[in-house]
Nanobody
């Protein structure tokens, strides 16, 4: 069984930065972050494979960076130049080898709130 534990959410002013971390137990391959804003559908923010290949939502390119430490089975999302529209619940996600982290993640964290407001 795979468990995902997130940390790093909080309140930040526009233009500020936050770093989200996710630690996984068990064997996983792809890891990533999704978010759900009030009144909107859950969307992919960023994803990364164990080999380092990355995918970003167009809305966060140039502002967010995803990275991982394979030895520790952790993934980090560095969020810079935050905007109010980045507000939402951020969920860590993971997929086993052979499954798609960007399509249908198999495992989810509990979610962490990110609020960007003045």
């Amino acid at each position: 069984q795979v468990q995902l534990v997130e940390s790093g959410g909080g309140l930040v002013q526009p233009g500020g930065s936050l770093r989200l971390s996710c630690a996984a137990s068990g064997s996983i391959y792809g890891m990533g972050w999704y978010r759900q804003a009030p009144g909107k559908q859950r969307e992919l923010v960023a994803a990364i494979t164990s080999g380092g290949s990355t995918v970003y939502a167009d809305s966060v390119k140039g502002r967010f960076t995803i990275s991982r430490d394979n030895a520790k089975n952790t993934v980090v999302l560095q969020m810079n130049s935050l905007k109010p529209e980045d507000t939402g619940v951020y969920y860590c996600a993971a997929a086993r080898f052979g499954s798609s982290i960007t399509r249908r993640p198999e495992y989810w964290g509990q979610g962490t709130q990110v609020t960007v407001s003045s």
